[in-house]
């Protein structure tokens, strides 16, 4: 290929890259716009509700809390009873123990027809 041919598709190539981005900001925007907007609405709540708290304090929570759920942390699962937890251990795990999982999630329906129940974190244990 002769290098003008190269240059216009690089050109073509950088040109459907930029349109791409233009349209993927374009149809997210007004959601993230809403999710700026309710997180505002719910901070403002809470923080009426309780004055103990500071708004540099609650901005540093959200913060961590954010940069948390980022770094893969599960709300549902207590980190002091599960220290050693790795979602990516948990699948290979029922990756090779197919039956020993059965719980599916409300959409999937079990084997004999009926949506099985979804359980978040450990089974509870009777009391003693």
């Known amino acids: 290929m002769r290098s003008t ?37 719910v901070q403002e709540k809470f923080l009426r509700t309780h004055p103990c708290v500071s708004d540099g304090d609650l901005g540093l929570l959200i913060k961590e809390v954010a940069d948390a759920l980022g770094g893969g942390a599960n709300p549902d699962i207590n980190a002091t009873s599960h220290s ?13 123990h197919p039956g020993s999982w059965p719980l599916l999630p409300p959409f999937i ?11 978040a974190g450990p089974s509870p244990t009777p009391p003693s």
């Open 5 to 41: 041919t190269l240059l216009a598709l690089l050109a073509l190539v950088l040109l459907y890259l930029v349109l791409g981005a233009l349209v993927f900001r374009a149809l997210e925007q007004p959601l993230e716009q809403q999710a700026q907007r309710k997180l505002g609405e």
């Open 84 to 96: 050693n937890y790795s979602a990516w251990g948990q699948a290979r795990w029922r990756a090779w």
């Open 109 to 119: 329906s079990s084997p004999q027809g009926s949506p099985s129940p979804v359980r």
